[in-house]
């Protein structure tokens, strides 16, 4: 039975810098000895660990799953997984669009705690109609990735969501 090439890709909630992607594909080929990852962002350069000299992480066939530390702040990207075979020649291929956002969610719920421990806060409409556009923006990601896999929406939104947190003196 041929190789149909599949994978998954999560982001680590306790190191959110760690993105984890799981070989899903089924059945065999016994071509492949090595798999390459690209993870391209919006405005098309490559995302790679620091000393990495290639657009693209090599990934061991031996082993079903690889982490790869690399997220400095949330991103919309289109992960291509290729399965080559010794000779390097990509004889699989499989993409797809994700959104990564966690340090936007984890700042959003920590606004909910303030809320939740303050109930004062919710007299002050700055704090107010900033959360919630956070919250918009943080859902608009989500939306650009599910319902049209636009990286580069997805990524304007996290950006605008980047702005409001690394000013939360002034929004918050």
């Known amino acids: ?97 994700f959104r990564f956002d966690l340090e936007s969610q984890f700042f959003s719920y920590g606004l909910l705690e303030d809320v939740a421990t303050d109930n004062t806060i919710i007299a002050d409409a700055n704090f107010i109609k900033n959360a919630y556009w956070l919250d918009t923006l943080i859902q608009g990601a989500t939306n650009a990735i599910t319902y049209g896999s636009n990286i580069q929406a997805s990524q304007a939104c996290l950006d605008k969501a980047k702005q409001l947190i690394d000013n939360a003196n002034f929004y918050f």
């Open 1 to 97: 039975m041929a190789l149909t090439p599949a994978f998954t890709v999560s982001q680590s909630f306790s190191t959110p810098s760690i993105l984890n992607i799981v070989d899903s594909s089924t059945g065999t080929d016994g071509t492949i000895t090595q798999r390459r990852v690209y993870l391209r962002k919006s405005d098309g350069t490559y995302l790679v660990p620091t000393g990495t000299t290639t657009d693209y992480i090599q990934w061991s066939y031996a082993v079903s799953f690889i982490d790869i530390d690399v997220l400095d702040q949330d991103y919309a990207l289109d992960i291509t997984v290729q399965w080559l075979n010794v000779s390097n020649v990509v004889v699989y291929t499989e993409q797809d669009t």
